[in-house]
Antibody
Framework: QITLKESGPTLVKPTQTLTLTCTVS??????????VGWIRQPPGKALEWLAL???????RYSPSLKSRLSITKDTSKNQVVLTMTNMDPVDTGTYYC??????????????WGQGTLVTVSS | DIQMTQSPSSLSASVGDRVTITCRAS??????LNWYQQKPGKAPILLIY???SLQSGVPSRFSGSGSGTDFTLTISSLQPEDFATYYC?????????FGPGTKVDIK
């Protein structure tokens, strides 16, 4: 059974750097084809894809946030880490990590972690 | 970026109703379209991938169709547990983008 769980601070101050950890189980981060993504959701708003890391350490970022994001993985700990610099109150929301599935007709995320709510406030 | 729109933004329906939600992409995305269900305070759950493939474990009352720019999610007979918000997502291009959501509530 594949599971993912996010962890990190619930409150960060403006201009600070956010570091979130996604701990996975039920699959290996080094298995060919595996990917883990991060998606966020401001309160009451829609989902926004942020970043994706592949088994071979290839990475993809949302162009609008690329300058602020970094995604890495620690295979020994089964963890994927997302950092976002220069946090602003508009970055407040629930941050999810999710397992990427791939097929002949695209990419989808399943399952997702439970999410972690991050509030940006002084 | 590929923009995704959904209609309606919300709807009220009764148990047993047939419900259809539409998703439109700003350019052709072939069949690279997925549907998720999200209940309040919970993570999204994958319902449909590649436009029309039912995810394992998802009830058969859910179905998806479409290709190119226009897609639909249909719930053939709405059940109490189906009241939720539904999102479409394209994976044709990075950045992956989601629609704004359609909230289905009880009439």
């Amino acid at each position: 059974q594949i599971t993912l769980k996010e962890s990190g601070p619930t409150l960060v101050k403006p201009t600070q750097t956010l570091t979130l950890t996604c701990t996975v189980s039920g699959f290996s981060l080094t298995t060919s084809g595996v990917g883990v993504g991060w998606i966020r959701q401001p309160p009451g708003k829609a989902l926004e894809w942020l970043a994706l890391i592949y088994w071979d350490d290839d990475k993809r970022y949302s162009p609008s946030l690329k300058s602020r994001l970094s995604i890495t993985k620690d295979t020994s700990k089964n963890q994927v880490v997302l950092t976002m610099t220069n946090m602003d109150p508009v970055d407040t929301g629930t941050y999810y990590c999710a397992h990427r599935q791939v097929g002949p007709r695209g990419v989808w995320f399943d399952p997702w972690g439970q999410g972690t709510l991050v509030t940006v406030s002084s | 970026d590929i923009q995704m729109t959904q209609s309606p933004s919300s709807l009220s329906a009764s148990v047993g109703d047939r419900v259809t939600i539409t998703c439109r992409a700003s350019q052709s995305i072939s069949s690279y379209l997925n549907w998720y269900q999200q209940k309040p305070g919970k993570a999204p759950i994958l319902l449909i991938y590649a436009a029309s493939s039912l995810q394992s474990g998802v009830p058969s009352r859910f179905s998806g169709s479409g290709s190119g720019t226009d897609f639909t999610l249909t719930i053939s007979s709405l059940q109490p547990e189906d009241f939720a918000t539904y999102y479409c997502q394209q994976s044709y291009n990075i950045p992956f983008t989601f629609g704004p959501g359609t909230k289905v509530d009880i009439k």
